[in-house]
């Protein structure tokens, strides 16, 4: 197993719980040094996988959206609990504490420099350790080398995005999901202020060459003017986090005979919203799932049933309206945009979306 996200996480624990050898390969010298995501978990994932309380934020029911001007806001709640954001680091360190109670060897600071005739070659710092396994299960990222190795399919179109996080512990806030949407500052996605009464998120994303003057300034030209942060004092330093986000859907081909890929490495994130936590947990116990029939009866061919173009299929709705939002390429575009959201049909719709029963769609 190559990168101990939460996606790798899971997959690892789950195959070490059946009973199956596990090594586990993370680059990273700390699960907490380097965090990328925001962290934000929808109901259906909190509903359906056991999560650690003491990491979850207070429960968000409210969103507004706005257009580029920022007047005219779209305000939506909901009578459930439908958002949380976790904790990432900590959350890291909790699930690699029931991967190693499960079994798994883990192995920080090591990477994964490729395959050579049948062994896997990973690097640590006392030098090259090459290792013989069944399989190799890439949860190595949006870039990720084991889908190279592989011959796997590749994500090609991705969104940068960064944000920046801080404390703002008041139980006076009621928690709430701002989104902007503006071309200007997040060029095919979101802008977005998240408050939850313990910390604000503030972040960007969008088509990283359709920044006008880069993704760094747009989100501190976002940060100053950012909706739900009057009078919130912001400390001179915060934590800073930056990654790609790939929104092309999941990949056709996210198997072969040697492995699979699973989380970002396999594009199982929402091509609409981005959202990646949910996918990356449900595919990856699909994948343990296939890897544990596979290594059981000794038959490859189990791999093939883990099927990139089956679960594509199901994302035709979501892929139409990312062409939607990748062509709201002006401030009049979003703004008459609004002008739908603005109506019952439009408000249902992006209730539809945003507070939703769905969840990533497993065969």
Known sequence: MVGAGLAGL?????????????????RRPTLTGTVRTTGIFVRRTLEDFALPEEHLGPVIRRMVLYPPGLTGPVALTSDRDEYRVGDMGPLYVAAARDAVRAGVDLRLATRFTGLREGTYLLEDAAGPLPVRARFVVGADGARSRVARELGLSRNTRLLMGAEEVFPDPDPRVEPTFHCV?????????????????????VGTAGHATR????????????????????????????????????????????AAPDGLLVGDAAGAVSPLTAGGLDPCLRLSGHAAAVLDEALRAGRVDALECYDGHALRARFRKRLLLRKGLDGLRTPA???????VLRTPPGQALARRILFGNGSFPLP
Not at 10 to 26: D, F, K, P, S
Request: proline content about 10%; hydrophobic content about 45%.
């Open 333 to 339: 575009l979003a703004t008459s945009a609004f002008a």
């Open 181 to 201: 949407v503006d071309p200007r500052v997040a060029p095919g996605y979101l802008a977005w202020v998240l408050r939850d009464g313990e910390h604000v998120h």
């Open 211 to 254: 920044f006008p003057r880069g993704l760094y300034s747009a989100l501190r030209d976002f940060s100053a003017r950012a909706p739900g942060l009057e009078g919130v004092p912001r400390p001179a330093s915060v934590e800073k986090r930056a990654g790609p986000i790939p929104v092309g859907g999941v990949l056709p081909r996210i």
């Open 10 to 26: 899971h997959c690892a624990t789950q195959l070490a719980r059946a009973g199956h050898q596990v090594l586990l390969a993370e």
